[in-house]
């Protein structure tokens, strides 16, 4: 956990946002298990652990925990390659993410993929799609199955700035509209698509303008501010089962590593970076909970970030004292 910083971004409360204070822990607790085991993540990919990529979703911890918190039972979430906060929120175990990313064979999908890779249908998660925009059609699907059968749930997914340049992205949104579906698109603005930045995709400074275009309605959020993200969260959720149509979330935030693991994203000028460090979503998210008294002492905080570094010592030691996967399961559960 990095110091606190003594920036003056603040986490604001928005009005009328009930949680108790298990609630308010809880976000810090996920927020918190996000940012370690992905550093975590980090020390086995240097020690060759992990097979193929590794994303990161530094800074961007508030979009995932926020948005997956407000969601009910019975509602689907589908995530993208940042939104391993998501998963957590949705009882994904450290050990099973560890064990996905080393290709171990307890792994949820026994090693045979990999990263976020994988769906959890018991637990609301539907797999993600490499191809970026993909995902937002199929969750219209399900959002339109929902409504067809008179569910009291939601869909939810998410998309960068850079994977609503995508047809998929057009198609989705614009079924989603038409049929009024109860769906909602986090719109993870985050400033970068690999080394394009937002101004070379989109002529417009907020992107949550474009819902207007699909009979949507379109919200702008502060992505850094955890409670902030989860009231306007819960809001669209409120809307869509009231039959208001699909919500396109816009969250703006900022991508603090590269694409991943392997890029340095050294085409992200210094300044920019230095500017997002300061509005930490976690640094800002501790320091509410001691200035409003959640928290008796900053001890208790640090409690909870001692008892995640045990989780996560636990959990490697779990994940990489499992088999890879034995070959003769290659075609099991494989479809083509
Ligand atoms: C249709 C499609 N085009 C290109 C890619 C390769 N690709 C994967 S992620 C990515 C960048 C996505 O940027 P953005 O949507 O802003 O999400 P972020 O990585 O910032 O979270 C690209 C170009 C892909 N997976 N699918
Ligand atoms: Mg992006």
New binding site residues.
Partial sequence: MAKPSTSDYTVAVPEGLELDRTGRLELYYFMALNRKLEERLGLLYRQNKVVGGLYSSLGQEACSVGTAYALGHGDFLAP???NLGSLLVRGVRPTDVMAQYCARAIGPTRGKDLNVHFGWVERGLIAPI????ALIPVMAGIALEMKMHGKKNIVLTY?????MS?TDFHEGMNFAGVHKLPMILVV?N?L???STHVSKQANVKDLAVRAEGYGCYGEIVDGNNVLAVLDATRRARARCLSGGGPVMLEAKTF?RKG?AEHDDAGYVPAAERAEWEKKDPIDAYRRFLIDRRIVDSPDEIDEIDAKIVAILEAAADEALSAPFPDPSIATENVYG
């Avoid at 490499?130 to 925009?133: D, H, I, T």
């Avoid at 998309?159 to 994977?163: F, H, N, R, S, Y």
């Fill in positions: 993208m390659i940042r490499s191809v970026v925009g998309i960068g700035d850079g994977g995508t993870e985050n970068w698509a690999y991508r694409h």
